[in-house]
């Protein structure tokens, strides 16, 4: 019988992160001010602890984890690496499909791998209050379970059109101890001047992470947590690929196609860099794909330009690929994809020409979902069903070749929180939107009077 889950014991578990920028080919350009000077750690102190601005900054290949970050996430980790062969069987394919399964944390996604340190170090730091910004809510219930754990308070500014959307995501920020409002909110400068343009403005992240900053900035002991895009961010989520190698070389496989799917690009390289490693130092070739909802393209339609993290432009400025900061993406379901900007790091992956990008509409991901669930049991995010239509499709073209290939998939997160959208699709009323090029022009236009970054070199 074929073996269907990988099992590794706690001194096999990973004790280090994996750090791409020390691998990278060529260097990955700096943030940048508006007047395109680079920016150093001390700019970035009044928003982050200094001992996170380290790890964002840092070229250092290998970085310890904390004794006390590793005991919470021995709690559910390592994750199950698993065999999809009922989803294999039902699409008939000679691909072997495996998934990393993050939906075991307690907050139910992979965003509590970063939670738990990013806390952890503010925590150390001396830091008694966290704002942060959350779209469909996974981030702000895995950092406000993490804040509990840590004695920190926690703010969380929620996209509008989420909180209204996913309710039961609110709750559980409230019982892990946090304050959970819909962003805009006319509690900060930004939200009010959001609010005063136009009073049904659905939210964005952008809009969130400009409250939740500015929230930050004018309050006592407080710093600001991201959930996605920055380096450090990336860093603490290796864990998951640096488990899926060890698990993998147990069965002595080793995957041809590595998918995950992309909003801020953290679960996607948290599962990927680690193969990247292997990629860069010429030992194996995987191709790996980050895959976006085509409502929100900004890696196979967007520019690769120095723009902001948020609307009002209070974040450094990042060498990203981008749709532009004043982008408020349509209100597709996977709220978690729902980002302008693309990580520095899995921009810079790709323009090394390391990784591919495709962009997959909403209806084609909704239909792998129900076919995962039909056949696999565990309910998809609708986020993590970007990464199962991917598989789909290479499992199909595997059929079409008569080739065996080994596809390993992130699956980010479950979907019982997110019944919601799924209900939206069993009774017909989802459509498929792809951003339209007028969409793309005004990206264009809100890009131009940025600092250009440098060509590679
Ligand atoms: C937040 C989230 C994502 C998207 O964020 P990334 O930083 O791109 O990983 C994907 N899947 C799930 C389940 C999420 O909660």
Redesign the pocket.
Known sequence: MDQIKVFLSEDEMPRQWYNIAADFPHAVPPPVSPDGKPIGPEQLAPVFPMNLIEQEVSTQRWIDIPEEVLQILWQWRPSPLCRATRLEKALKTPAKIYYKNEGVSAAG???PNTAVPQAYYNKQFGIKRLTTET??G??GSSLAMACQMFGLECKVYMVKISFTQKPLRKIMMQTWGAECIASPSNTTNAGRAILAADPDCPGSLAIAISEAIEDCVTSKNTRYAL???LNHVLLHQTIIGLEAKKQFAKINTYPDIVI?????????AGLSFPFLADKIAGTKNPRVIAVEPAACPKMTRGKFAYDSGDVAMMTPLLPMYSLGHTYVPAPIHAG??RYHGMAPLVSHAMREGLIEAVAIPQLECYRAAMLFSQTEGFIP?P??SHAIAMAIREANQAREEGKEKVIVLNW??HGIMDLTGYQAYLEGKLTDYVLPDSEILKAEECLKDLPKPPPLS
Request: glycine fraction near 30%.
């Open positions: 996604s992979h965003k779209g469909a996974q981030w959930g996605s895009v995950g799917c992309a909003g801020g690009g953290s679960n996607f978690g994809l995010a986020e993590t980010s997160g």
